[in-house]
């Protein structure tokens, strides 16, 4: 053999190899990402959330899903700069002070998330993740009831909404991951 026709061998292996690694798996993975959300109690939620990030398709475990669930769940919560922001410009009127206890209530859950989840997490506790994930849930919920009191739409809907499903489904996939 000569070194061309070596190099051209070579190059048919490596083609070969890339094809068959990258396709079939592509698949498997979108596969992986249902069966896991499957086990939620929300699986469409779950499969939007996940399917959303594109590293959710390199995860190969529950525990590789859960993080990145955790992940996004936390990055909700960075919105407490956002709702300050609509609390100045609502300045003066019932809005600010219902903001202002919404915003106050996304601080309390952004440390909720990214400090004791993220450390129980880390340390394998699964179940006292899922009941940390599961408190700052409840504050997408009251945040909206906050502006039903006052019979003003919320200008964070969105934003609660989110917290709520995405909490739920975090939480959710915490709890498989708890050794049975
Ligand atoms: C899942 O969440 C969506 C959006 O919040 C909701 O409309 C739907 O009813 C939920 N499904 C279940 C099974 O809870």
Redesign the pocket.
């Known amino acids: 053999m000569t070194s061309a026709t070596t190099s051209t061998a070579m190059a048919l292996i490596v083609l070969a190899a890339m094809s068959f690694d990258a396709l079939p798996t592509a698949h498997a993975d979108a596969d992986f990402i249902s069966r896991t959300c499957r086990k939620t109690?929300?699986a469409?939620?779950c499969l939007a959330m996940l399917s959303a990030n594109p590293k959710s398709a390199y995860g190969t475990t529950e525990h590789d899903l859960t993080s990145i669930a955790l992940e996004i769940a936390i990055s909700i919560v960075y919105n407490d700069r956002v709702i300050a922001e609509l609390a100045e410009e609502k300045e003066g009127t019932p809005e600010e002070d219902t903001l202002l206890v919404c915003h106050n209530a996304y601080i309390g859950a952004h440390n909720d998330l990214d400090l004791q989840a993220r450390l129980a997490f880390e340390y394998a506790d699964y179940a006292g993740a899922s009941k940390v994930v599961s408190l700052a849930k409840v504050v997408g919920d009251a945040c909206e009831n906050a502006f039903k009191r006052i019979n003003k739409k919320s200008p964070v809907t969105g934003i609660d909404q989110q917290m709520t499903?995405h909490c739920g489904v975090t939480a959710d996939l915490m709890d498989v991951l708890v050794p049975k």
């Open positions: 109690n929300n469409t939620v499903e």
